[in-house]
C-alpha cells in the first residue's frame, strides 16, 4: 500500500465517490428502467439521480420494474411496459416524485 501510495495511488475515496445510503423517499426499493433521451439527464446521471433517491435501475423491463422513465424516441421498452402494466413517468414527472425542482428544459416536455 505505501509503495502504491508513494506512486501517487489515492487509497482515500473523493466526497463524490462517497454514496450515503438512502434511509427514505418515494424511490426506496423501487425498480425503475430509463429509456429514450431525457432532455436534462444522460443515462449516466439518470442512473446516479434515481440511486441517490433510493431507487435501483436497470436495463430492462419486466413485471417487477415498479416505473419506466420516458424520453424521447423511448422505442420497445415503452411498448413492454404498457404491455405488463408498469407505470410510465416522464423526466418531469420523476422529478416532481422525487419532490426536486423541474428543470426549465423537463418542463417544456410532455408530461
Known sequence: VAQLQANGVSTVASAEEVVEPVLEGPLLGKTLVVTGTLATLGRTE???????????VTGSVSKSTDYLVAGEKAGSKLTKAESVGVPVLSERALYELVEEPVPAEALETAG
Open 46 to 56: 439518470a442512473t446516479k439521480f434515481i440511486e441517490r433517491h433510493g431507487g435501483r
